[in-house]
Every structure is written in C-alpha cells, then in structure tokens.
C-alpha cells in the first residue's frame, strides 16, 4: 500500500500506485538523457561542477582512513554538506568510486522528491485529480532538478529532505517537518533559514508547539556547530565563510540575484539565460502563495523569500542557478493552486480541462528546456574534464609524492593530481593572502586563472611570472589547458605555473594541452 493512502479503496489505492509509476518513469527517462548527453558530448563520466570532486576527495579520505578531510590527515570543514560527504564516503568504500553512485543516488532523491511532493499535492487537495500529478511532474522533470540529480552536487539530497518535511508540514504535522529541514542543514547549511520557518511559521502558533519543535531542531543544530567547530574552528563550513558576505552591497545583491531567479520561472535577463521552466509559473507561484499564505506561511516564505534572504547574506546563486534550486518543490506546490485558480476563473463549473491545458503548457516548456539543458550538463562534465581534471592527471604524472601544489579550483585537481594542495580561495585550506600561501607552502606548482591574481604578476618575455616573497624564485607558465566551449568554467584557460630560482628562466614554450 502506497504511504499515507491507509483506508482509500483499492481502486483509489491502484490509480495512486499507477500515477507513482508513471512518475518515477518520466524521471528515469529524462534523466537518461543527461546521462546520454553526458557520455555523448563529455566521452567520459564526471561532474558538472569542479565542487562535486571536493565532496569526491573528502569522501576518499574518510573511507580509507585518513579523517574528514582534503589533505589526508588535516582535518577541516572544507565540505559543504558533511552528511552527504559521509554518505559519499560508504559507496567509495563499497565500489572504490563515487562518480557513478553519486548520479544513481541524485536521480533517486529526485525520483523521491517527485513522489513525496505528489503525496503532499494530495493532501493539500484531496479532491484533485490532476494538481498531485501535475506538482508530481513540475518536480520530477524540473530541467534544473535535473541537473542537480547528475552533477555530483548535494542538492538532490536536500531536496529530497524538504520535499519530506513538506509532506509532514502540509499534513500539520509540524515537529515532524521541523526534523526534516533541520536534518537538510547537515546538508546545507542554509537550511538553518528552513529549519527556523518550520519551528516559527505555521497556523496556529502555540508555545507547546514551538518548544516541542525547537526539542528537536536544537541537538540537530548544535550537534552540526559542534561538529563544524571540531572539525575546523568554526561553525560553518568554510564555504559558506568564503562565498558569504553579509551587509555588503544588498540592493546589488538582490539585483544580481534576481537575474539568477527570474530564468528559472521563463524570463531570461541576462543573453547568455535561458528558461528552464514556463513563464506561466511565476505568476501561478505569487497567486499561490497568496492563497495559501495563512495555511502554508513557512512553504510561502521559503519559496518567496529564500532568495532575498540568500543575498542579504552576501551569497550568489551558483552556477545555473543551484543555490536556488531548492526552492523549486515549494514553488511548484504553490503554482499548482495559482494554476487551479486561474481555471476557476476562466471557466468555474468545469475548470479541470483549463486545469489540463495549462498544465500541458508548462510541462511542455520543461520537456523542450530539458533538451537543451542536458546538452549543457554534457558540456558541463566535459569542461570539467578537458581542464580540471586533465591537469589533475597530469600533474600526477609529473610530480612526486609530497609535492605541493597551490591551486584556484581544488576539485578534480586535487582528486586526481593525488599532491598535498593549497587552496588559494580557502575552502580547504587557512584564508591567506597569495604572497603568504607562496611564502608558507613554497609550492612547486601554481595551478591557477591567471588574472584572478594579476595584481601579483608581472610580465617579463611576453609571459606573465609571479615572484614568491623573497624573490629568490619565481614561477613561470610550463602548462596551458583551455576550452573551446566554456559552459560552467570561470576562465577559458587555465595554467601550470612551475617554481625556478630567480636566475633560470624555465621552458621557453608554454606545452599545450587544449581540448
């Protein structure tokens, strides 16, 4: 018997597990795509995201011994989301590789998610048809939702958290949905915004409810600072110290963000946007939202409001949008009653044909955005691998073990270079200056984007060098890897930078290595 159909007839009860099928079908299907169009344009399986390989390192050093750690042995709160590193870490000890399990294990929080938020369509309407297969769908075959089952990323995992505690939050079941989203900040750590809307934000606000809910929120919360602070000093993961910067230019801040918001619900700001979902979503969400303010404060709030909360905190939305990918489930919840009450309107006693056509409307749009985003996941993973990960094999052909090497992007570099790395940016290693990084590590290798830190470099021959601090060496470019179809990299280029004394000049050619 399907979850929470207890007591329904069994024709109820045989239509749901039909719809459920169908469901998980249409989320297997386009996901195959990606992963056909991944192994079509990329010719090697991969992530999207050079991110994705750090989750992949921390996850091959708790498995082999070595600590929750990048460099083995060195502890720090360099991951993101630590429950999805440790999960990472049990497949690299059954199967010795994440890359494959990680896909499988996206695609299945996904397939999840679609399910739950069909049950949680359901129980908001139980009278509909075709708003719990319509939220079902909007979810499962999201472009973007998409995207995240295959990169590699720890979004599809928090979904799929949210996705439950929307379930329990629209049954009233309310500490239950708490413990949901509070369990999601062990997976990001901007969940502690959900994880509060749920103790705070709900009909019927009692103190007996509150402090049952904050029973269960708090040890979670605390448990995540204690482990952050053991790990790496801090509460946060290093991540969230690195990307966020609260105060600092807010009304550019909520400009940038909604040109990052807006394409995902059919308007494209920006030339390089396109549209993953319909435009008749936006309106349908705000007219949702509104309806369901009183009943649904906490989904309303997250799905409205976590954008404008993201960039008050100083944060992005990330490549395509990812940061905000969460919000999709609440929003397709609210659009399904903006959508309902639209059809209403048009036409009241015999709305679910207008219902029908809209919903084929916007389900149309994501099947066609779906086409061209999963070519864009393929050239994504392909980027990844003809420029990270090419250099990461390489320099692991050319070095021994101990070199250090000093990098901008520390994802496949450092799984695949196997050298002890300093992370330039500092999300794996102590925030310092460059001169400081090249006076402490002395690295052999400065694996990096060039202008990233042009104030430090000068040019001598044509060829930019970079000076350590005392002058007594300089780096100089041996190794050049670039795109021709850059689709997720910060630069087209990137470059190999090797340690010489300050008398000798290195190669006098810059070997090239593009794809």
């Known amino acids: 018997m399907p979850p929470f159909e207890h007591g329904r007839s069994p024709e109820r009860r045989s239509d749901v597990r039909w719809q459920c099928a169908a469901l998980g079908l249409a989320v297997l299907a386009c996901s195959a795509w990606y992963l056909f169009a991944e192994k079509l344009i990329a010719g090697e399986w991969g992530f999207s995201l050079d991110d994705s390989w750090i989750y992949a390192v921390f996850a091959r050093n708790i498995a082999t011994g070595h600590g929750y750690s990048f460099n083995a042995g060195e502890h720090i709160a360099g991951a993101t989301g630590p429950l999805y590193a440790l999960i990472l870490a049990l497949f690299y000890a059954l199967f010795g590789d994440v890359v494959l399990a990680a896909k499988v294990l996206g695609i299945a929080c996904l397939l999840a998610s679609s399910i739950l938020m069909y049950f949680a369509a359901k129980a908001l ?90 029973l269960v929120v708090a040890p979670i919360l605390a448990a995540y600072f204690t482990f952050n602070y053991v790990v790496g000093g801090t509460l946060f ?133 779906t086409d061209r985003m999963g070519r864009t996941h393929g050239r994504n993973v392909e980027n990844i691998n003809h420029m990270q990960r090419l250099l990461g094999r390489t320099l692991r052909e050319n ?62 021959n044509g060829r930019s060098v970079f000076y350590d601090p005392d002058s007594l060496y300089h780096y100089v470019p041996i190794v050049e890897a670039g795109l021709r179809f850059n689709t997720i990299s910060a630069r087209d280029q990137m470059f190999v930078f090797g340690r010489f004394p300050r008398g000798e000049e290195g190669p006098d050619r810059v070997k090239m290595v593009w794809n």
């Not at 695949?416 to 590590?441: A, I, T």
């Open 125 to 214: 309407d139980p009278r509909s048809r075709i708003k719990p297969v319509l939220v079902g769908l909007l979810v499962g075959i999201s472009p973007s939702l998409l995207w995240s089952s295959v990169s590699g990323m720890e979004i599809p995992l928090y979904v799929g958290l949210a996705s439950l505690g929307i379930l329990f939050y629209v049954r009233s079941r309310w500490t239950l949905a708490a413990l949901c989203w509070a369990l999601g900040v062990w997976v990001r750590p901007d969940g502690i915004l959900l994880a509060l809307a749920g103790v705070f934000l709900r009909p019927r606000l009692g103190l007996r409810s509150i402090t049952a809910s904050l």
């Open 237 to 369: 993961p290093n991540s969230v110290l690195v990307k966020a910067h609260p105060g600092q230019n807010p009304g550019g801040g909520i400009w940038e963000m909604a040109q990052q918001w807006v394409p995902m619900w059919g308007l494209s700001m920006r030339r390089w946007d396109f549209s993953t979902h319909s435009i008749l979503l936006l309106p349908a969400v705000v007219t949702g939202g509104v309806l369901l303010l009183r009943r649904l404060p906490a989904i309303v709030a997250y799905a409205l409001g976590f954008p404008i909360a993201l960039a008050l905190a100083g944060a992005g939305g990330g490549a395509h949008g990812r940061y905000l990918m969460p919000t999709i489930p609440f929003a397709m919840l609210l659009a399904s009653a903006g959508l309902d009450r639209v059809a209403r309107r048009i036409q009241p006693r015999r709305h679910e044909p207008i219902l029908i056509v809209l919903a084929v409307l916007c389900l149309g749009w994501q099947v066609l955005a």
């Open 399 to 460: 070095t021994s073990v101990g070199d250090t090497i000093a990098v901008n992007d520390v994802g496949a570099i450092g799984y695949f270079s196997r050298c002890y790395v300093v992370d330039l940016v500092g999300l794996v290693s102590p925030r310092r200056s460059f001169p400081e990084n090249l006076k402490v590590y002395r690295p052999k290798y400065l694996v990096i984007f060039p202008d990233w830190y042009q104030e430090y470099f000068t040019t001598e």
